[in-house]
């Protein structure tokens, strides 16, 4: 596995759309850990509510868990130890975020675990002097990271070009990783024929961040992440695949199919050869790399398979609108 794309997807198969039944989500975890593409996947992500469901007894890899903060508060006494981050919002939209950012630090300090933690943040009022408090948190030892969300039920869920870039900069600015959630299905941006909101590539984020890393300013940035033409990103994510992946701790996805096959058609991501073999050379296991979704230069032709509205994980900041959700946390939104 390239090491740019190594951990880059976090199972959230059990959030909506794909709302997987507990019972389903561990076992197919367990095979996505085992196939060709298992290097990609990181931890599965899990309502803080289902930690403790007997199914979870034989799962030994690790586990993202995300809530509230009161929920990660009752629940950080008896957190099992395959849980390794935890994700939780940190104020809703137009709210100051500084006080969730201080209580989950909090919370951070008593765990005796040394956890990833990421918190996040509105895109709106506060977002800059949050990044400021959490990379103060970084530079005082803790584990802290910041989430974004880059998508939901509603146009403006999502991000637009140059306000993703200002965010990017500034985590690169503040060397503080971060990582995203919702909309990210496919590799190249699209507009989803059923909706008609325009969703983030996974690609042009990818090559944003090595841009940012590289110095571009936002401006730059905002190009790239506008780019509906996937030859060209395949390319520039192409001559980088053996660095390590600067700052973007990588996205949940409900589905991990659709972006396994977008990077296998656009040659960033190969089935290795073994002796047991099916037609063609390639293994029977795992996605097949059929039916581009999200690709090409007008992004068209994208596949009903990934364009189910916004996966996404996490109660959300937004506190209002069609991406707000109030019920009990298998309905909370989080993100592919």
């Not at 609108?321 to 109030?326: D, H, I, N, Y």
Request: charged share 20%.
């Amino acid at each position: 596995m390239p090491p740019l794309l190594t951990a880059l997807i976090d199972d959230a198969a059990v959030f909506p759309p794909g709302s997987a039944p507990l019972a389903d989500a561990v076992p197919a975890h367990a095979r996505h850990r085992e196939s060709w593409y298992s290097p990609l996947i990181g931890p599965l992500l899990l309502p803080v509510a289902d930690l403790g469901s007997p199914v979870l007894a034989a799962h030994s890899t690790g586990i993202g868990v995300i809530g509230e903060p009161a929920a990660i508060e009752r629940a950080l006494p008896q957190l099992p130890a395959t849980v390794r981050q935890v994700e939780s919002p940190v104020a809703k939209r137009g709210e100051d975020p500084s006080p969730g950012i201080k209580r989950l630090a909090a919370l951070m300090r008593r765990g005796a675990e040394p956890l990833e933690w990421y918190f996040e943040v509105p895109l709106a009022w506060g977002l800059m002097s949050a990044l400021d408090e959490l990379a103060d948190l970084r530079a005082e030892g803790l584990r802290a990271s910041a989430k974004f969300r880059t998508g939901g039920l509603a146009a403006e869920l999502f991000p637009s070009p140059v306000e993703l870039a200002a965010v990017i900069c500034g985590c690169r600015d503040r060397e503080l990783p971060f990582k995203l959630t919702a909309g990210l299905h496919n590799a190249v941006r699209h507009t989803d024929p059923e909706t008609g909101l325009v969703h983030h590539g996974f690609l042009n984020v990818l090559v944003a961040t090595l841009a940012a890393a590289e110095g571009a300013e936002p401006a730059d940035l905002a190009e790239i992440l506008a780019s509906t033409d996937a030859l060209p990103l395949a390319d520039a994510a192409r001559a980088a695949l053996d660095r390590e992946r600067p700052l973007w701790a990588g996205f949940g996805s409900c589905g991990v199919e659709e972006p396994v096959s977008d990077l296998s058609i656009l040659g960033l991501l190969r089935r290795p050869r073994s002796p047991d073999l099916s037609v063609g050379g390639h293994s029977t296991s795992g996605p097949s790399g059929s039916g581009l979704t999200g690709v090409g230069p007008s992004g068209a032709g994208s596949s009903a398979a990934g364009q189910q509205g916004s996966c996404v994980t996490g109660p959300g900041p937004a506190g209002s609108g069609p991406g707000t959700t109030q019920g009990p946390a298998r309905e909370m939104e989080e993100g592919a």
